[in-house]
Antibody, heavy 119, light 110 residues
Framework: EVQLVESGGGLVQPGRSLKLSCAAS????????MAWVRQAPTKGLEWVAS????????YYRDSVKGRFSISRDNAKSSLYLQMDSLRSEDTATYYCTTDRDDGTPFAYWGQGTLVTVSS | DIVLTQSPVLAVSLGQRATISCRAS??????????MHWYQQKPGQQPKLLMY???NLASGIPARFSGSGSGTDFTLTIDPVQADDIAAYYCQQSRESPRTFGGGTKLELK
């Protein structure tokens, strides 16, 4: 059974940093791109970032470029999101998802971790 | 960015048919491949993949769900609606980066 378990969320002040983690199991982690998708409270879904199989290629939405960094450790089957210079508009539940580079959907999702940016 | 537009709310009666629409600001199809997908999200839960490439049921999804469409107009149909189907439904395109989602349609009981 595919499992994705996020951690690292919490309350953080504007301008500060936070690092999210996602532990994957039940599938061959290195066979998948991986992604982070977020959802602001009572709002819709928004793709944030993706990373290739070996971490050699990364992709970001414009609003987080230069502030967020996605990475992975295939030996640990883990995905990360380093978030710097956080803003109030980054407040959301962040989901770890499997991804592909062939137009297929986000097939598997974690339960999410809530990040609240507030003073 | 490709904008996906959904009606915010759809009210249905149990046992009836629900038709949820999604309109894209430009075509999300390449040749005969429709790069539109659908997700279900219940309150307090993560999204779950329902349908991929417009009309293909994801694993474990019951056959009362179906999808259709091409180009810019897509539909998710639930027939008949059951109590367990009360949720929000999102369309998502993977034709272009950034991949975008619709605003969601909340399925409610009449």
């Amino acid at each position: 059974e595919v499992q994705l378990v996020e951690s690292g969320g919490g309350l953080v002040q504007p301008g500060r940093s936070l690092k999210l983690s996602c532990a994957a199991s039940g599938f061959t982690f290195s066979d998948y791109y991986m992604a982070w998708v977020r959802q602001a409270p009572t709002k819709g879904l928004e793709w944030v970032a993706s990373i290739s199989y070996d971490g050699g290629s990364t992709y970001y939405r414009d609003s987080v470029k230069g502030r967020f960094s996605i990475s992975r450790d295939n030996a640990k089957s883990s995905l990360y999101l380093q978030m710097d210079s956080l803003r109030s508009e980054d407040t959301a539940t962040y989901y770890c998802t499997t991804d592909r580079d062939d137009g297929t959907p986000f097939a598997y999702w974690g339960q999410g971790t809530l990040v609240t940016v507030s003073s | 960015d490709i904008v996906l537009t959904q009606s915010p709310v759809l009210a249905v009666s149990l046992g009836q048919r629900a038709t949820i629409s999604c309109r894209a600001s430009q075509s999300v199809s390449i040749s005969s491949i429709n790069l539109m997908h659908w997700y279900q999200q219940k309150p307090g839960q993560q999204p779950k993949l329902l349908m991929y490439r417009a009309s293909n049921l994801a694993s474990g999804i019951p056959a009362r769900f179906s999808g259709s469409g091409s180009g810019t107009d897509f539909t998710l149909t639930i027939d008949p609606v059951q109590a367990d189907d009360i949720a929000a439904y999102y369309c998502q395109q993977s034709r272009e980066s950034p991949r975008t989602f619709g605003g969601g349609t909340k399925l409610e009981l009449k």
